[in-house]
């Protein structure tokens, strides 16, 4: 019987600390988990702060971004802009040297005629006049002459410059 009651009590003793061992198997894996579980939360608000701050980055060049685009845009209108004047004033260059041209050709033409003929004398021009009407018409040819000269004269100084 001594072996039957220690037998029991042997038998009592690892059944009743078997769901000591468990329980605390169990605590500890509990333990583990609830751990692993807090290292992964804060796995995830590290990638979470990461991907904030990368977020924010990429706002930052976004709108760097817009603000080098709005100012390509302005110097863009501002050199289309410079390239229509430019392309105008090649016109207006082109067009002030072919009439300098033709004006030079008049002068010389002008001069040519007053040297081959020789300086004509308004005066001898006024006084072959036949009567005072006659007088009037050659005297204002005269001015015509003069203005014309003096508007040629004038004309290609200011081509010129």
Known sequence: ????LILSLLLCFFMTNTPLVFAESLSEKQERIEQQAQEEKNKIQEATDKLNEVSE????L???LDEANTAYNEIKVKLD???EQIAQKEKQLADTEQSLKKNQKYL???VRDIYIHGQISYLDILFGAKDFSDFLTRMDLIKRILRYDYDLITKIHQERN
């Open 1 to 4: 019987m001594k072996k039957f």
């Open 57 to 60: 980055k990429m706002r930052i």
């Open 62 to 64: 976004q709108a760097e």
């Open 81 to 83: 802009n410079a390239n």
């Open 108 to 110: 010389q033409k002008r």
